[in-house]
């Protein structure tokens, strides 16, 4: 276990009670209304990238606005000691520096990740080669690892995978290309960024998924000396450099966690104000939450939500500016508390519907047909034992307990603080009946 985990482990909740996420087999939740100011704390989507590409740099990083609690970046900070790295947070910041070149290979025993995948990508354009644990995270479906592979093959790297482990290399080094993706993935966007930012020569990348979090990795690439031009949605250029700098960074907010609290305050009946809420990022969701029924108001860098009530919501999700995939069973919960029917597409993730098998346990109820799901909303709902399949379903499923009769325990309650920084002391401070359970 490396430092960061221990001081996470063993940070104690403001009642004493000292059991961990880690630890806990459950998550109680009881009936709750959100009341008060809470602050969104650094991206999990954007951070670990960032954590990704600092192996691309001998060089001193410091990030600011660091959740330092959240357990995949704690995860993630494991796996860089593992490679090489000293990391340890000085106020807000975490601050990473190189006690010795990284290894090619990524010896590691623990939980794995996704992010696996833009380390591999680090490691080949860094070293020449990369070899890693095959990625975890959520069970989403069909989330296969080949269009990170096109990216590093087109590159001029050869990748093969070898029991649990996979496995890339480019002796002479990774050269630029044209890639062009068959569909607007995150994930390869980030590791043609990543990648490219090395590689001799010009990298251009046709249909890429742009979103902030792109934008926040581009920006920290370009602090580091990197070349990179992005075109919108159509294309980006990237002209290979010889190496990289350290830098200072801060980690933009994140704009999941600030849905969550503005879903939970509506649904609640709540009143809460979300400090550093990413109002630019989420255009289009706040148009539907807006006409659903939400009272958002805007002061500064703060979002105000005041008592609405939830209308039927009819979305489909797609790219950037659209609806992300992750935020789907945040609006399906939504809609659970809509009077009516609400309809939702996920034209990116097809088989996300399994979180309303465990919504059916607190009385839901739903039907998916020709990939849409419908969702009958306004009927009471019953506290049940229900499980987080994945870390916004877990918190779906909170915020669902918030506003149901009796006790909802939530098994496997830790995907939650996967993706949350401090998820149930926020909530708690917010007014949240909810405790972590052995």
Known sequence: MNALSEIADSTLLDDGDAVSATEARFLEVRRSRLEGRVQVSGAKNSVLRLLAASLLTPGRIVLDNYPDQLLDAIVHVGMLETLGKQCRMEGSALVIEEAAAPVSDLVWTGRSIRNTLLILGA?????????????????????????????????????????????????NGLTGAEITLPLRSTGATENALIAGSLAKGRTTLWNPHVRPEILD????????????????????????????????????????????????????????????????????????????????????????????RAFPIEISTGPYPGINSDMQPLFAAYGVCARGESRIVDLRFADRFAYLDEFAKMGVQSRVLNSTARIAGGAPLQGADVRALDLRAGAALALLGFVADGTTRIAEAWQIERGYDKFLSKARALGANATYMK
């Open 123 to 171: 490691l080949v354009a860094r070293t020449g080669a990369g070899s890693v644990p095959l990625p975890g995270g959520c069970n989403l479906g069909d989330r296969k690892y080949d269009l990170h592979e096109l990216v590093l093959t087109s590159l001029g790297a050869r990748v093969w995978a070898e029991g649990d482990r996979l496995h890339a290399e480019a002796p």
């Open 217 to 308: 990795l581009a920006a920290f690439l370009r602090k580091m000396g990197a070349r990179i031009v992005v075109n919108g949605q159509e294309s980006i250029v990237i002209d290979g450099v010889e190496g990289l700098d350290g830098v200072s960074h801060r980690v933009m907010p994140d704009n999941m966690e600030a849905m969550t609290w503005l879903v939970g305050a509506v649904i609640t009946g709540g009143d809460v104000e979300i400090v550093d809420f990413p109002a630019d990022d989420l255009e289009v969701p706040l148009i539907f939450l807006r006409e659903s029924g939400a009272k958002i108001y805007r002061d500064g860098n703060t979002a105000i939500i005041r008592s609405g």
